[in-house]
T-cell receptor, first 114, second 116 residues
């Protein structure tokens, strides 16, 4: 079965620190990859997505992620976090065949302190 | 862009009653829609796959008689929580994607269900 692993449950960073959140998936076929963010009390928002092409994708709010096929990874990065980045981050994977559901990781809570 | 509309956004009901949640694809047809549930401080868990014109496919551990799904048309799927109990209180989200090309999954805004 397809699964998505997010290595960090809770990450605490100071403002201006660099961020990297890990995400690995288990499915061996072609996949589409996503990172979603959920700010406190709000709905899911799409940060970025990878379908094909350049494995380094840039999203909103200065986030980027790199797809490394050999490692089945899609780590999220941001060079300098802000207090407003405090949120829950979810990695998600969907098989690129048929109308299959999105499978989410358990999420990583990011707390940015001043 | 493609939009998924979910209604209601918030509902409070008494234990034992039933609640219906609607999910509509506004500008595309969706033969398949997905229903997720998110408990506080947890990830989204797929509950079921709703298929237009046929029975829904439920994930392991999800009671199909409790969570009734009806996908009556290409733009509407409904989730009915029957005989709701306080433990059913959760955030329910539907999603769908246009069945063309590389399109992302679009999510409704979710329904916050509180059972008292």
């Amino acid at each position: 079965a397809q699964s998505v692993s997010q290595h960090n449950h809770h990450v605490i960073l100071s403002e201006a620190a660099s961020l990297e959140l890990g995400c690995n998936y288990s499915y061996g076929g072609t996949v589409n990859l996503f990172w979603y963010v959920q700010y406190p009390g709000q709905h899911l928002q799409l940060l970025l997505k990878y379908f094909s092409g350049d494995p380094l994708v840039k999203g909103i709010k200065g986030f980027e992620a790199e797809f490394i096929k050999s490692k089945f990874s899609f780590n999220l990065r941001k060079p300098s976090v802000q207090w407003s980045d405090t949120a829950e981050y979810f990695c998600a994977v969907i098989r690129n065949s048929g109308n299959t559901p999105l499978v989410f990781g358990k999420g990583t809570r990011l707390s940015v302190i001043a | 862009g493609a939009v998924v509309s979910q209604h209601p956004s918030r509902v409070i009901c008494k234990s034992g009653t039933s609640v219906k949640i609607e999910c509509r694809s506004l500008d595309f047809q969706a033969t398949t829609m997905f229903w997720y549930r998110q408990f506080p401080k947890q990830s989204l868990m797929l509950m079921a796959t709703s298929n237009e014109g046929s029975k829904a496919t439920y994930e392991q551990g999800v009671e199909k008689d409790k969570f009734l799904i009806n996908h009556a048309s290409l733009t509407l799927s409904t989730l009915t929580v029957t005989s709701a109990h306080p433990e059913d209180s959760s955030f329910y989200i539907c999603s769908a994607r246009p069945h063309t090309g590389d399109s992302p999954l679009h999510f409704g805004n979710g329904t916050r269900l509180t059972v008292t």
